[in-house]
């Protein structure tokens, strides 16, 4: 099968990852996996372990990129002049709503809400961008073949009936041996939704005073020195994976997420998750049943309790990486064969 991708921009070294990035970057190496001719179209180069053949659009125009309204409202317009019909599918990830000169048949992927970022937006300046996405999402989703949504939230949203969430790499990411002390990680921003200094704050006040000894490592683009924190950056895959399975317990108050990839990845790595309730963390934890769901009031009495109960951390490790075998690459990958198989029925009927 001849596939096509498209998502402007893709993992790139000592920058923070986006999570729709990863998951189609991973989707296309393992789509690649099985010999299916695979090109990933976008406007950044691809990361050195793509299995993959890119497509680097518009190289003259990066700004594009860097522009957030041109990749709003004049990228979408752009993609009516690329050349797509060698393929047999094209499979889109976003920016995509003035695409209208479609030759092919499409398949679109919601990855969360526009509606639930604004609602959760802590800038008026992002709040208003995402209000003004959400509807250019629903025209998205009405021009394509088939469109798909990642995790229930986003399917309720805009009434999609396919979901198909993204996936985990079940060697990569894998129970290993625990750090010595108590460790809780973190992967996400400082400010906004991720909430980064809201952990560090309840480790601080509420952890500290009674696991003296604990430690809470930080992927994040900032964090104040601490003595019992440590602060990693945007790590490599290889070093994220040693850090979510050496971790005590992931903790990630994020107000929003789509689908939530660490999520899965903690559970994959055997390591016990406290959160805040949302879309992604609903989904993949089940609402509780494969990880602590905490308000903000108990968040640091969750992270205590959890660090000091290690039957209750084995039981939810041990159903964790259960949980995570349910989305391997391979699966999903299949899954997405068979929609794009569907999609140029569709087309040609």
């Not at 594009?64 to 990228?75: D, G, S």
């Not at 050349?83 to 995509?96: E, I, P, Q």
């Amino acid at each position: 099968m001849r596939i096509a991708l498209f998502h402007t921009t893709l993992p790139q070294p000592g920058r923070k990852p986006v999570g729709v990035e990863v998951a189609v970057h991973r989707l296309a190496s393992e789509l690649a996996k099985n010999e299916d001719d695979v090109t990933v179209f976008g406007l950044s180069l691809p990361p050195d372990d793509a299995l993959y053949q890119h497509k680097r659009l518009f190289g003259g125009m990066q700004w594009l990129q860097r522009n957030r309204l041109a990749r709003w409202l004049i990228l979408p317009l752009l993609l009516n002049f690329v050349d797509f019909k060698r393929f047999d599918v094209l499979h889109l990830h976003g920016d995509d709503w003035f695409y209208f000169r479609r030759t092919l048949p499409t398949v679109r992927t919601l990855h969360g809400s526009a509606l639930r970022e604004a609602q959760s937006a802590t800038s008026p300046k992002r709040k208003l961008g995402q209000y003004v996405i959400y509807p250019l999402e629903h025209l998205a989703a009405k021009l394509a073949t088939i469109a798909l949504a990642v995790g229930r939230d986003a399917a309720g949203i805009y009434k999609v009936g396919r979901i198909v969430d993204i996936g985990v790499d079940l060697q990569l990411f894998r129970p290993g041996n625990k750090a010595a002390k108590p460790r809780i990680f973190f992967v996400g921003g400082w400010e906004g939704r991720k909430r980064g200094k809201f952990l560090f704050e309840a480790f601080v006040e509420h952890v500290l005073p009674v696991v003296p000894n604990a430690e809470l490592y930080m992927a994040s683009e900032f964090c104040p020195t601490h003595p019992n924190v440590v602060y990693m950056g945007f790590p490599s895959d290889d070093t994220l994976a040693e850090l979510m399975r050496e971790a005590w317990v992931f903790a990630l108050p994020s107000t929003y997420e789509g689908f939530g990839i660490p999520y899965l990845e903690a559970l994959a790595s055997g390591t016990a998750i406290v959160s805040s309730p949302n879309g992604g963390a609903n989904h993949l934890l089940a609402d509780g049943k494969y990880g602590i769901l905490a308000t903000d009031k108990a968040f640091g009495e969750h992270l205590v309790k959890l660090l000091k109960d290690p039957d209750r951390r084995k039981a939810l490790e041990g159903i964790g990486r259960a949980r995570a075998e349910e989305f391997s690459w391979a699966a999903i990958a299949a899954r997405h064969r068979e929609i794009y198989a569907e999609a140029m029925s569709l087309r040609r009927s």
